[in-house]
């Protein structure tokens, strides 16, 4: 038995045989991830002092970041005595995991290849969750997907779902063919660590592809309810898709801090007069502040990795750039 020491001090025990993600959790730390696979990078941490193995896929790390210490501590187990860089997020104790009946509610379709849900549930059974965290939907034949909750926890205990189609999904081709108000369904969450810090007096940025704005639409209407002296300076919302049609949603903020919202096109035609490209370029083209920005990005897995080198590479702390990638299913 070996032991993790967290950069807060706090400390647990790691067998050989588990991932530091999984004995941090044995121990009731919680600390920083989403898929648990190795896939998206959420759960980095660089090492300070202590050896490591690697018992999982650890692909998503950079031949870079291997070289500057850092390890994913879902498929990483420890050697001997670790001290990683990081610190755990253990409020996330107080919103446990629970498998929940739930019935849909009413759905619509805000984009043509964009399915937006809303879950009801029986009296007293809705979900505890930080906006920003997503949960699994088992549906038929219990197949299992993941989705950001698309909204910050309300008195009526919906949960609101955008679910992008997915041509050959198994799960797609019941959302997108079948489903229809009063289907039961079941939900396990909250799950994931994409919630909001501490923003106060920085610039706080939104980066989203597609449905990645769902998130981003959670975390709005929650900071919608924050006050001084936690308000962040600025709340600036990028969100990216192709073509018009692609960006379904005005992100919209009532609350203290105005909120600029910037659209962007990659595919944009002649007469789009807004931002093109991608939004991590459109963001560094703006020469945002980088020492008084924290960004949280959300959407594909190529614009997580690429927002995520480029802004680190650009000035941004690592300790200030959260993502939540939306790893593919490959069924
Ligand atoms: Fe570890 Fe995704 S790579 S949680």
Redesign the pocket.
Known sequence: MTRVVLSNDKSFDAPPSSTI?DAARAAGIVLE???????????KARVLRGATTPIGDDT?LSPAEREAGFI????TAAVDEVHLDIEDVSLLADFPSRTTPCRIDALDRPAPDVLRISLRFPPKAAPRYLPGQYVDIVGPNSVRRSYSVANAPSDDGKLELHIREVPGGTLSAYWFGAAKAGDLLRLEGPKGTFFLRDVAGLDLVFLATGTGIAPVKALLEGLAHRVEPGLPRSVTVLWGGRTPQDLYWQPTMDGPVALEYVPVLSRADADWTGARGHVQDVLLQRAPDLARCVVYACGSETMIENASSRLLAAGLSAKRFFSDAFVSSSV
């Open positions: 993600l991830h989403s898929c648990k696979t190795g896939r998206c990078g959420t759960c998503s994913l501590t879902c498929t």
